[in-house]
């Protein structure tokens, strides 16, 4: 019962510190409001919080001016995305212990990237961060671990798993929820421009020649490689 009790104001503070972070963003950058937000995204300590609901508080905080000069983004939500692109060589892997809660850890960050990629300013913020979604990529072909370049690939693949409907079809359809009719009578896709904007991210991000370099100097026979 008193776990049950501690886990409730847990989780009852982080719904506080979102509220103060977005009505008094002045006090919560001073008493390190922001970046505590962050570190509770990727803690598994909060099994049983909505962890989707501190990310997507983050964008909405990240896309409001009035509060995201109090955001310190290139250094904040590096704490998201270092996790798998701090080189750490590659000859040894971290005793089962430690890379059990790095793996926990990891998950939780590629749930929180990919919610935060699931939104328009989302994208367009962490593609315009050179800690974003831009590190990432470049960390593909850095000397990391192989299981982080497969939990980045794993990353990237979410981030396109999403529903295509291509516009200009029956409007009718089953898919017809996602459609806007134009003026012309044609009807364009919100997903389809979606996918079009995380195309231009990844290759303003040097996915492309990352990809290619990856899969051009990879070990025959590497998990990357299946």
């Known amino acids: 019962m008193r776990n049950e009790e501690e886990c409730q104001l ?110 328009w300013q989302g994208v367009i913020y962490l593609t315009s961060s050179p800690l974003g979604l831009k590190s990432l990529v470049e960390a593909l072909n850095q000397p990391i671990r192989e299981y982080k370049k497969i939990a980045i690939m794993d990353i990237f693949i979410e981030i396109f798993n999403v529903p295509i409907f291509i516009g200009g079809s029956d409007a009718t359809s089953s898919s017809g929820g996602y459609m806007l009719t134009g003026g012309n009578g044609k009807s364009d896709n919100l997903l389809n421009n979606y996918v079009a904007l995380l195309l231009q991210a990844f290759y303003f991000s040097g996915a492309y020649d990352a990809l290619t370099r990856l899969g051009t100097t990879t070990e025959e026979g590497s998990h990357l490689n299946i």
């Not at 982080?14 to 963003?25: G, N, R, T």
């Not at 049983?48 to 501190?54: A, V």
């Not at 896309?63 to 996790?83: A, E, G, M, T």
């Open 10 to 119: 847990r989780f009852n503070a982080i719904d506080l510190l979102i509220l103060m972070c977005s009505k008094a963003p002045r006090t919560a950058a001073q008493v390190g409001g922001f970046k505590q937000l962050i570190e509770s995204v990727i803690d598994p300590s909060l099994d049983g919080y909505r962890y989707d609901r501190i990310s997507h508080a983050l964008m909405l905080l990240i896309n409001d001016p009035r509060i995201r000069i109090f955001f310190r983004p290139v250094v904040d939500l590096n704490r998201i995305f270092s996790l798998f692109t701090r080189p750490d060589g590659v000859n040894k892997d971290p005793h089962s212990a430690l890379l059990e809660k790095i793996q926990q850890q990891m998950k939780l960050a590629h749930n929180a990237i990919v919610n935060m990629m699931r939104s």
